[in-house]
């Protein structure tokens, strides 16, 4: 029986003090968002037709951390700081550079955590778009932080040329392997 299943009782408290714990260190509270059973996916598929554009983090952010998604009363702490720093930055940004268009994804990767391999506070939605050095955009598989981003683009590269160069001298090998076998021919004919 559950109940007296020793082992049961020990991953039961663990995981009870797992979703009690304080994510974001000592005072910020537990770690809340308020999509419900919804998955994030959803939400941002319902706010992109509310929009009529893609969210940016920032809004799905909002949309996935405040009451009654009103953008305004976060439902803890921590998502109340994020909010703040993420605001203050892209503020900053505007008044340093005011004449460039600001890409909001790209700073809400500066600001917000990394947990457990993709981006914090947008549940499903951390999967599910990576960021290109251009800005964001939709794909399938784990979100990469830029510095990632540009070490796997870079790699890309070098395989791209090294498998380009093989290529090179496999067709001037063949090449070569061709034309010895008409000299081979010719002189067989000369005899």
Avoid: C
């Amino acid at each position: 029986m559950r109940a007296t299943d020793e082992a049961f009782k020990k991953r039961f408290e663990q995981m009870s003090s797992n979703r009690k714990s304080k994510v974001g260190g000592p005072g910020i509270g537990i770690s809340l968002h308020s999509a419900g059973s919804i998955s994030a996916k959803q939400h941002g598929d319902t706010l992109e037709k509310k929009l009529q554009r893609r969210p940016t983090w920032k809004e799905m952010f909002r949309h996935l951390h405040t009451h009654g998604h009103d953008g305004q009363s976060f439902v803890d702490q921590r998502s109340a700081k994020i909010d703040a720093e993420l605001t203050r930055r892209l503020e900053e940004m505007s008044t340093q550079t005011p004449d460039t268009s600001i890409d909001e994804d790209v700073v809400y990767l500066e600001v917000v955590p990394e947990v457990k391999g993709r981006v914090y506070g947008l549940g499903s939605q951390g999967y599910h778009r990576s960021i290109s050095l251009g800005g964001a955009s939709s794909s399938r598989g784990p979100a990469y932080g830029l510095h990632e981003l540009e070490e796997l683009q870079r790699d890309h590269q070098r395989l791209q040329e090294t498998l380009l160069n093989e290529r090179m001298e496999r067709q001037e090998q063949m090449q070569r392997d061709k034309m010895e076998r008409q000299e081979e021919t010719r002189e067989m004919q000369d005899r």
